[in-house]
């Protein structure tokens, strides 16, 4: 199974969309597996943002997302990368289709509610960037063997 990095950003902190950003996911079957409330602090949002560092938003979209606080989490699923992606949608809220997380939140191409690791070396790169190893619990979700076929469940086994 892959896990990945979400972050509930602080638009939606300050709109009060935490609890229906976090239930879609959980509905949908993915498995928390960490979750904690954060100030993001300018260094290591430059880092995360890097690949943006040249555009001229980028000032900007570290201000932003370094004011008020931020919900981390840790998802897990099969190929749990790329269902998150499809559950947060494209990046600009506009575009974005309703169904879409982003979609039925923002109309921004900046404050579009949440953030979700790209690839699976990125989720991996961002996990450790902002998680402690002892802050992401390793435990039995109850319902797996009913939210996956058996040989979805059987072939992970193997792998964790
Ligand atoms: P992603 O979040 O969909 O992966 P990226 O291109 O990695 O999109 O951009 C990271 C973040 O930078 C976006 O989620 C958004 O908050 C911000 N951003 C991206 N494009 C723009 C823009 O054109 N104007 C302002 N902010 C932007
Ligand atoms: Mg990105």
Known sequence: MQQT??????DAVNRCLVGEVVKRFEKKGLQIKAMKMEMLQPYILKEHYAHLKDKEFYEELIKFMSKIPSI?????????????????????????PP???????????????????DSEENAKIEIERFFKKEEIYDFKKMNFDWIYSRDETYIDKTKK
């Open 72 to 96: 981390l989490m840790v998802l897990k699923g099969k190929e749990a990368v790329s269902v998150v992606r499809k559950m947060v949608g494209p990046t600009k809220g506009r575009e974005a």
């Open 99 to 117: 169904g879409t997380i982003r979609g039925d939140y923002s109309v921004s191409n900046q404050s579009n509610v949440v953030h979700a690791s």
């Open 5 to 10: 990095l979400v972050i509930i950003k602080p």
